[in-house]
């Protein structure tokens, strides 16, 4: 079946500008996460939803990030004045549900580069 | 919060032979622990992962144990194949509502034919 999809696959944007970042879960999942990998380091967690709400923020770096999701389903993270430390690959995982025991699937990633 | 270090960051060896990866965590409070692979260009996978009520977990030929006194588990591939070469992460999360994973920063394994 469909994994987690993830668009675009690449962005290369200039200092300054806004970006968003899409993310497809698997169907009938309703947790969903976003994490962000530099790299040669570890996934840094962002924040995740359950359902459209979202209770955990504190993995936002800054103000300047935000996400959204709309009808339980896809998921929009948009990075607002962009800086060259934002330059990551931001990966996306869904579950059936947030408890311990479910699996996280992780979609390939967006890799954004800001010059 | 919680941290999990991991090691070694890179890690070679030749086709047959046996790679461990070993991490450790700091709060005592975590009692779930995946692992997940990731290949060039693709997200994370889960291999395997252990709850702190168990002690050792084996899936053919990948296993993970746990030692929850000391606070650390690890990773074992026995007779790897060219096609284990990826990037290896370790996680630790605690049942707070939510499974928020908290990452080991990676372990490079490269399989020489």
């Known amino acids: 079946g469909a994994g987690v999809s993830q668009s675009p696959s690449n962005k290369v944007t200039e200092k300054g500008k806004d970006v968003e970042l899409r993310c497809d879960p698997i169907s009938g999942h309703t947790a969903l996460y976003w994490y962000r990998q530099s790299l040669g380091q570890g996934l840094e967690f962002l924040i995740y939803f359950q359902g459209n709400s979202a209770p955990d923020k504190s993995g936002l770096p800054s103000d300047r990030f935000s996400a959204e999701r709309t009808g339980g389903s896809v998921s929009t993270l948009t990075i607002q004045r962009t800086q060259q430390e934002d330059s990551a690959v931001y990966l996306c995982a869904s579950s059936l549900a947030l408890i311990l025991k479910e699996t996280q699937y992780f979609g390939p990633g967006t890799r954004l580069l800001v010059l | 919060g919680e941290n999990v270090e991991q090691h070694p960051s890179t890690l070679s060896v030749q086709e047959g032979d046996s790679a461990v990866i070993k991490c450790t965590y700091s709060d005592s409070a975590s009692n779930y622990f995946p692992w997940y692979k990731q290949e060039l260009g693709k997200g994370p996978q889960l291999i395997i992962d252990?709850?702190?009520?168990?002690g050792e977990k084996k899936d053919q030929r990948i296993a993970v144990t746990l030692n929850k006194t000391a606070k650390h588990f690890s990773l074992h591939i026995t007779e790897t194949q060219p096609e284990d070469s990826a990037v290896y992460f370790c996680?630790?999360?605690?049942?707070?509502?939510?499974?928020?994973?908290?990452f080991g920063t990676g372990t490079r394994l490269l399989v020489s034919p």
């Open positions: 996680a630790a999360s605690m049942n707070t509502g939510f499974q928020k994973l908290v």
């Open positions: 252990i709850r702190s009520n168990v």
